[in-house]
């Protein structure tokens, strides 16, 4: 059973700061890519941040500069720093992670349950 448990979200105002966290647990082998997603009601579900294991890092142009993405490795854990906070950054934000569980001989794709995040005065 793997588990993917997301925490730190919650209402900011314009400028401010939060910083997500995702823990994985569960049979765990390995675990590849970590990552953010968000999505906003009626809209696609779109890429925030990746991260490997070895720590290559991927934004999205709308977040450069004012994310950062990190993980710790011996805790299954990633975490996102959000900073400048923007109205258009309100949605529900998503863990991801591409691991191999000690059952399995191949990668796949695990989501949390979502975290929502609300910029606003």
């Known amino acids: 059973q793997v588990q993917l448990v997301e925490s730190g979200g919650g209402l900011v105002q314009p400028g401010g700061s939060l910083r997500l966290s995702c823990a994985a647990s569960?049979?765990?082998?390995?675990?590849?890519?970590m990552g953010w997603y968000r999505q906003a009601p009626g809209n696609q579900r779109e890429l925030v941040a990746t991260i490997t294991s070895d720590s290559n890092t991927d934004y999205a142009d709308s977040v450069k500069g004012r994310f950062t993405i990190s993980r710790d490795n011996a805790n299954n854990t990633v975490y996102l720093q959000m900073n400048s906070l923007k109205p258009e950054d309100t949605a529900v934000y998503y863990c991801n992670a591409a691991l191999r569980r000690l059952s399995s001989s191949r990668y796949a794709r695990y989501w949390g349950q979502g975290t929502q995040v609300t910029v606003s005065s």
């Open positions: 569960g049979t765990i082998f390995s675990i590849y890519t």
